[in-house]
C-alpha cells in the first residue's frame, strides 16, 4: 500500500530544497521517497543526512503508513 507522508527538512536540506516541508503521496518505504526526492531536487542526492520516522532514526529501509512524519536530519556539528 502506498502511503502519503509529510518529509521534513531540516539545517542544510532546506537550503538545498528551498523548503521548510512538502507532502508527498504514492510512496511504499524510505527507498522510493528517496529516489522520488531525488529526482524533484536533484542536489539532494550529494547531500548526507539521517532519515527520522515519526521521530525515531531509522537505518535501512523501513515502509511508509498514511500521515507518517519523515525529518531529513543532516549531520550535526558544532563546538
Known sequence: MNAKVRVLF??????VTGLE????SDVK????LKKLLFVKFP???????SVAINYE???????????DEIALIPPVSGG
Open 57 to 67: 532514526i531509522i537505518f535501512g529501509n523501513e515502509n511508509l503508513k498514511d500521515n
Open 29 to 32: 518505504d524510505v527507498e522510493s
Open 21 to 24: 516541508e512538502i507532502y508527498i
Open 10 to 15: 531540516f539545517g542544510r536540506l532546506k537550503d
Open 43 to 49: 542536489k539532494l542526492s550529494q547531500e548526507k543526512f
